[in-house]
């Protein structure tokens, strides 16, 4: 069975201290790994695709990679504003999958001044 | 404007109401989505259409019934719902398999 898990489920970082958030994924095939950010009563906001291991992508703060088992998002010197659950998704190869994202659980980060 | 948009943004409805929940997608995608977010649990593939067809019923009770009338357009039809169908409903876009999917902002759904 498919499946995607994040760990840790919650992360209180103090603002410039950087980190990691985990996602490790079991899936058939993997057609496309996917990161979003969601904040509180929206919907979630697409930060990354990774294809194929090795692959790395960054954007500002933000630096998403990929092994053949689990997806990493490094935070560097998070500043508060990056407080946001962040939710990782897959998409598994296969005749009927289409779209279909499987997501795990999420990690809700919190970052104080 | 939002690339997709979802209406209402809340809703509060009886057991016996009958509600529907409307989606559009500027984007020009071919592909859209209806998931269910509950608390503290993750998201939740409900339905998938493409080009109009549904290709995915992901073993949703009927008293949810979904229609996609053209590729910008979805519907969420809902009738005798239960309060643990109280939740997040949000829609999805994207250009099909392999590509990224783009959210709503999703109904906020209370059942009294």
């Known amino acids: 069975e498919d499946q995607v898990t994040q760990s840790p489920e919650a992360l209180r970082l103090q603002e410039g201290e950087s980190s990691s958030l985990n996602c490790s994924y079991t899936v058939s095939g993997l057609r496309g790994l996917f990161w979003y950010r969601q904040d509180p009563g929206k919907g979630p906001e697409f930060l990354f695709t990774l294809y194929s291991a090795g692959e790395e992508k960054e954007k500002e703060r933000l630096k998403a990679t990929l092994t053949k088992k689990e997806s990493f998002l490094h935070i560097t010197a998070p500043k508060p504003e990056d407080s946001a659950t962040y939710l990782c998704a897959v998409q598994a190869t296969g005749n009927n999958q289409g779209g279909k994202l499987i997501f795990g659980q999420g990690t809700e980060l919190s970052v104080k001044p | 404007e939002t690339g997709v948009t979802q209406t209402p943004r809340h809703l509060v409805m009886g057991m016996t109401n009958k509600k529907s929940l409307k989606c559009e997608q500027h984007l020009g995608h071919n592909a859209m989505y209806w998931y269910k977010q509950s608390a503290k649990k993750p998201l939740e593939l409900m339905f998938v259409y493409n080009f109009k067809e549904q290709t995915e019923n992901n073993s949703v009770p009927s008293r949810f019934s979904p229609e996609c009338p053209n590729s910008s357009h979805l519907f969420l039809h809902l009738h005798t719902l239960q309060p643990e169908d109280s939740a997040l409903y949000l829609c999805?876009?994207?250009?099909?398999?392999?590509?990224?999917?783009?959210f709503g902002q999703g109904t906020r759904l209370t059942v009294v």
């Open positions: 999805a876009s994207s250009h099909g398999a392999g590509t990224e999917a783009f």
